[in-house]
């Protein structure tokens, strides 16, 4: 009597070998898509936050110009006072504090809509920080799942290219977070002194130069995969 054969393949044989080779290439392949498009979110992210930071370092500079313009005021109405006081001229005096006094209170009004446009951006830094931390967290993922494919590469040079850019990946989370930690410093120093301030913006300065490494590193890894 003639054997009745199954129509499944056997999971050994060399035409299943293939196609789970296929599946894990294909998954892989979508990995590597799904991560690139990631890549693209954090790049305009780091873009976006970069130009913020401009933004603050420009409204930092305004407020150490008011600050100053304020401590020169103030010199100058000590000197009018002991004008008065020696026999100068009070309508003049009176003309000029006024004067001053105009000047003080929109500088008041300048330091709070600094502040509030401070406030914003910080709140948007702060979103962003989150959805970069989330991006992290998936790309990481990304990358487990991807060395647990790792035989199924067409190419070794393939698979050095993907660990290459986990660790890449790995150095700019740290690199972000770092960043949060130094705007957290920053919001928390604005508008104590000049040298806070310039503390401030030398903090963001070193955020911004991380992000840029952290770029380079994606355009890398992009045009190798």
């Known amino acids: 009597m003639a054997v009745q054969t199954s129509g499944n393949r056997p999971a050994d044989s060399p035409t299943g070998g293939v196609e789970r080779q296929e599946s894990h290439a294909a998954a892989v392949r979508g990995l590597r898509g799904d991560q690139s498009r990631a890549d693209r979110e954090q790049t305009l992210a780091d873009d976006e936050q970069t130009r913020c930071d401009g933004e603050q370092t420009a409204a930092d500079t305004d407020q150490a110009t008011a600050d100053n313009d304020q401590a020169a005021s103030d010199v100058d109405q000590q000197t009018s006072d002991r004008d008065l006081m020696a026999g100068g001229d009070r309508g003049l005096h009176d003309l000029m504090r006024d004067a001053r006094d105009s000047n003080t209170h929109a500088r008041r009004?300048?330091?709070?809509?600094?502040?509030?446009?401070?406030?914003?951006r910080d709140a948007s830094a702060y979103e962003r920080d989150l959805a970069a931390v989330e991006r992290d967290e998936v790309g990481a993922k990304r990358d487990r799942e991807r060395a647990a494919r790792d035989t199924a590469e067409v190419d070794d040079a393939r698979g050095q290219i993907a660990r290459r850019g986990a660790s890449h990946r790995k150095r700019a989370a740290a690199d972000r977070a770092t960043a949060a930690k130094d705007r957290a410093?920053?919001?928390?120093?604005?508008?104590?002194?000049?040298?806070?301030?310039?503390q401030a913006s030398d903090d963001r300065e070193r955020a911004a130069v991380g992000r840029h490494e952290d770029h380079v590193d994606?355009?890398?890894n992009q045009s190798q995969q």
Request: proline share 0%; glycine share 18%.
């Open 185 to 198: 410093k920053a919001a928390m120093g604005r508008g104590s002194s000049s040298a806070d301030r310039e």
């Open 109 to 120: 009004r300048g330091v709070a809509r600094r502040a509030g446009a401070a406030a914003g």
């Open 218 to 220: 994606r355009l890398v």
